[in-house]
């Protein structure tokens, strides 16, 4: 599933795979800000992003961007309040808003404590028509989506089975995720394929069977829903540690 608006960079370690993450977000950002004044950025959830967020925190990267010009949001959250040890939004303000000390008006998180999911999609998608700029279309740009893959195919809360992910018109919606019994709240593919950078961050050898499926395999988004992930005309990266890569037939090592 190689197209010309996307490229893949395997690094031999995670700790490599988080440095190469690192300096990807700083040069997106650089870009945004010089371009747009601003750089907004969806956060994703999962292990392999945490590590990111807290070498962006840390003494060596903090200085290297302007932070008062980043505007945060998330590609999805689980349906629960923000202090629950599930939260997509605690994770990161653990990570990296709170060591950066972030204002809370660059804070824009989706509302998981609200006991209707989809009251919470609608919310969050008017907040996203209201924060961000769109160009000629009318679906908004974000600067940069980070996605996580779990071993099951899915990115952000778009899992397997679900109507999420053929969503060609709603920017959020809030699933029902069978294999958790629980609702979850996601952005889909109609507003994360209009952002400007989509940038895949995996690792470890429990992706690497299915990684190799949806790079490779044949086209089946109900059953891998990473694949419907195809920026129209953003750039598409795959930042990729060995050993999630290691199933692949071609590599490209940076
Ligand atoms: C979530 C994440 C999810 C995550 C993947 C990968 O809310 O759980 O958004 O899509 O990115 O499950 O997580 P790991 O990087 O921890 O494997």
């Known amino acids: 599933m190689n197209s010309p608006n996307s490229n893949v960079c395997v690094y031999p370690t995670l700790q490599a795979l988080t440095t190469a993450a690192a300096e990807h977000v700083i040069h997106q950002a650089s870009l945004a800000i010089n371009l747009r004044k601003k750089f907004t950025i969806a956060l994703a959830g999962g292990s392999t ?56 008006t660059h804070i824009h998180r989706i509302q998981g404590e609200l006991a209707d999911a989809q009251e919470a999609a609608n919310r969050y998608e008017s907040l996203l028509r209201n924060r961000l700029a769109s160009t000629d279309s009318a679906i908004p740009q974000l600067d940069l989506v980070l996605l996580g893959m779990g071993p099951d195919g899915h990115t952000a809360s778009l899992f397997p089975g679900t109507d999420a992910v053929h969503e060609s018109t709603r920017l959020v919606v809030a699933p029902w995720v069978e294999k958790f019994q629980t609702f979850r709240i996601t952005m889909t593919p109609a507003l994360i394929n209009h952002a400007y950078q989509v940038t895949f961050l995996i690792s470890g050898g429990e992706k690497a069977q299915v990684l190799r499926e949806v790079k490779e395999g044949p086209y089946q988004p109900d059953a891998l829903p990473s694949q419907v992930i195809k920026p129209l005309s953003g750039h598409l990266t795959w930042l990729l540690d060995q050993e999630a890569a290691s199933n692949l037939s071609t590599q490209q090592s940076d």
């Open 49 to 104: 992003p945490k590590n990111l967020y807290a070498l962006l925190a840390s003494p060596e990267y903090r200085t290297r961007l302007d932070w008062e010009k980043v505007e945060f949001f998330w590609g999805d959250e689980r349906h629960v309040p923000p202090d629950h040890a599930d939260s997509n939004y605690r994770m990161a303000h653990e990570a990296i808003l709170g060591p950066l000390q972030i204002p809370e």
